[in-house]
């Protein structure tokens, strides 16, 4: 007879939820794009990609160990130059990082320190704004409106001699949202004149919107914008620790006075396979979407409000004290999200495999059947 854990592991029902036939792996899959194993309890907090890295990142990770004995720069270079082709830049314009949160604390500290402004959402990714304060940095905070998205008119009243850098996370974490398209461009071009517009667009391959622009197309403008990618979300390398920064020139050049961490030879060789992985990329949006439509699906069932979310989280309303769900769902074997203020009384659950997701549907339907 299979236990309860070998049954999750087989990706068979759970609390009267059942995987279809077409979302259970093949072997082919798992050995191609590499579930994590479904453990006793589940981390589904830190929006982390459940798949990667691919067979084929693997196998360039493996290789560039050859190449362990160099400095990275010159493979950073020839990294440079495969993205700046991609987004349309010089190579000069991009900088390569230890993940995007460095970018985010080196923009911080070359741009605010020892005084200088930044005009923030709140609730939002904390990263720049916490390094900045550090080093003398004012944190002018703009909430966000009642659908939980930026108020861009907010945010542009806030704007003044002392802003040096407006932060748009977008999507933003936590909330999911995305800015309306038909506005987006508009606001950070005008912005951008007043201070420097940065968009972290660490979700941005999740979008649902068709055609949804990044702002690359702005640094190919020269305006004073800062983009800032990463590959730990869809592409599922987290652990490695790369990403990168697109500016323009005269930004970029200030930037990378401070650029501390860099990334190392197999962090590289594992960033220039994922861009060529296409087959994975499908796949990771694809199961994304599933685990996030089940995610849903079970909020749906238990009359909880949640934010449509453009990104591998959801942001939900719990009804009660996050602190409170928190130990009752780690009681239930899941890790959910941590406390997000002014929001006490809403979950950031980040999408997992669809058997972590399971354990998830299951655990919460009996934390709200036992209230």
Not at 270 to 284: G, H
């Amino acid at each position: 007879m299979q236990s309860r854990r070998d049954w999750l592991r087989s990706s068979v029902g759970l609390g009267g939820l059942l995987l279809a036939p077409e979302l259970v792996l093949s072997s082919e899959e798992i050995k191609k794009f590499n579930p994590r194993p479904l453990l006793k309890t589940i981390k589904l907090s830190s929006n982390e990609n459940p798949y990667g890295p691919s067979e084929l990142v693997q196998k360039a990770v493996v290789k560039a160990f050859d190449h362990g004995c160099r400095y990275p720069y010159a493979y950073s270079d020839a990294l440079a130059i495969k993205l700046a082709k991609k987004h349309g830049v010089d190579p000069e314009s991009i900088i390569i990082t230890g993940g995007s949160t460095e970018g985010l604390k080196i923009t911080g500290l070359t741009f605010t320190q020892g005084g200088g402004e930044i005009i923030a959402g709140q609730p939002t990714f904390l990263a720049m704004m916490t390094f900045a304060e550090q080093w003398g940095a004012k944190i002018n905070w703009v909430p966000v409106g009642e659908d939980k998205g930026y108020d861009l008119n907010a945010i542009n009243n806030k704007i003044n001699g002392n802003t040096k850098l407006i932060f748009l996370c977008n999507p933003n974490n936590p909330t999911g949202t995305v800015i309306p398209k038909n506005s987006l461009e508009d606001f950070c071009m005008s912005a951008s004149k007043k201070a420097i517009v940065f968009s972290d667009e660490a979700y941005y391959d999740f979008i649902k919107t068709p055609d949804y622009p990044s702002m690359d197309i702005l640094v190919r403008k020269g305006a004073n914008v800062i983009v800032s990618k990463t590959f730990s979300k869809v592409y599922g390398l987290a652990g490695l620790r790369i990403g990168y920064l697109i500016a323009p020139p005269h930004l970029a050049k200030q930037i990378r006075v401070n650029v501390v961490a860099m990334s190392n030879v197999l962090a590289i060789a594992a960033a220039d396979k994922a861009l060529e992985d296409q087959e994975f990329y499908d796949f990771s949006l694809n199961k994304i979407r599933q685990g996030r439509k089940l995610i849903t699906d079970t909020l749906d069932d238990l009359g909880l409000n949640y934010i449509s979310s453009n990104t591998n989280f959801v942001f939900f309303h719990s009804n009660k004290h996050i602190d409170d769900l928190g130990k009752q769902m780690l009681d239930k074997g899941v890790r959910i999200g941590r406390p997000f203020p002014p929001f006490y009384d809403w979950c950031r659950i980040s999408v997992g495999t669809l058997p972590e997701v399971q354990v998830f549907s299951s655990g919460l339907k009996e934390v709200y059947q036992e209230s």
